[in-house]
Nanobody
Framework: VQLQASGGGSVQPGGSLRLSCEAS????????MGWYRRTPGKQRELVAA?????????EYGDSLKGRFTITRDNAKNKVYLQMNNLKPEDTAVYYC????????????????WGQGTLVTVSS
């Protein structure tokens, strides 16, 4: 199982970026996918997460809802993170995360991480 993230880059304050993350491999079912971020000297924090089943409940990090929106494409085991009105404090490495059942471990829900993509917000 792999998580492939893309879409990071540099943007000026007030700009927008869209991140995407696709889970691939021998996957039985994806339960939750989302994004976390880490900045130097800080712990990794939740950005947004979305249930990949049912109605797709979402959860956002503090103060991010309204600027960030997570959406999904269940057919592709993929999530997108639309980030608008970006601020310098949003500069971080963003990590894709998934809780899923793989074909190798059908009875367990395991936690997977992508490789991280850098988002830099600077004028």
């Amino acid at each position: 199982v792999q998580l492939q993230a893309s879409g990071g880059g540099s943007v000026q304050p007030g700009g927008s970026l869209r991140l995407s993350c696709e889970a691939s491999g021998k996957i039985v079912s994806v339960i939750v996918m989302g994004w976390y971020r880490r900045t130097p000297g800080k712990q990794r924090e939740l950005v947004a997460a979305m249930s990949m089943t049912g109605s797709g409940n979402t959860e956002y990090g503090d103060s991010l809802k309204g600027r960030f929106t997570i959406t999904r494409d269940n057919a592709k085991n993929k999530v997108y993170l639309q980030m608008n009105n970006l601020k310098p404090e949003d500069t971080a490495v963003y990590y894709c995360n998934a809780h899923l059942r793989s074909a190798a471990q059908v009875r367990e829900i395991n936690n997977y991480w992508g490789q991280g993509t850098l988002v830099t917000v600077s004028s």
